[in-house]
């Protein structure tokens, strides 16, 4: 599969990051580097914004590396965690719902691939 094009600049791209605002959806491909400059530009907003829910979106663009856990039961308790820390309320016990795991993946996906980069050097 051809690597995916930067949307900003042109080389590759690292991964797809999908906002919205005024209730429109937008994806945009961009490189670890231009994300950042995006995650920078947004996060005062971020922290400031009421949560108003989570978007089930397709699988990422960019082939992202499998996170795996010992048990579905710790999966669960991690997923529940890293929720907690942004402020997003979900039940103690029962399922995890998929648009907040998915969510969870993706963020975990994201650190061991910058993890195995960063072990390449």
């Not at 990422?60 to 039961?73: I, R, T």
Request: charged share 30%; hydrophobic share 45%; proline share 7%.
């Amino acid at each position: 599969m051809p690597p995916f094009k930067d949307d900003l600049d042109g080389r590759e791209a690292d991964l797809g990051i999908t906002f919205g605002i005024d209730g429109v959806l937008y994806r945009i491909r961009l490189s670890v580097e231009h994300a950042a400059d995006l995650y920078e530009l947004l996060g005062p907003l971020r922290e400031r914004a009421q949560f108003v829910g989570l978007v089930q979106l397709l699988e990422p663009e960019v082939p992202l590396p499998a996170v795996s856990f010992p048990s579905g039961k710790d999966r669960a308790a991690a997923a529940r965690a890293w929720a907690a820390a942004r402020d997003i309320d979900v039940a103690a016990s029962g399922r995890v719902p998929h648009a907040l795991d998915g969510a969870f993946g993706l963020e975990r996906a994201l650190e061991e691939r910058d993890n195995a980069d960063c072990d390449s050097f």
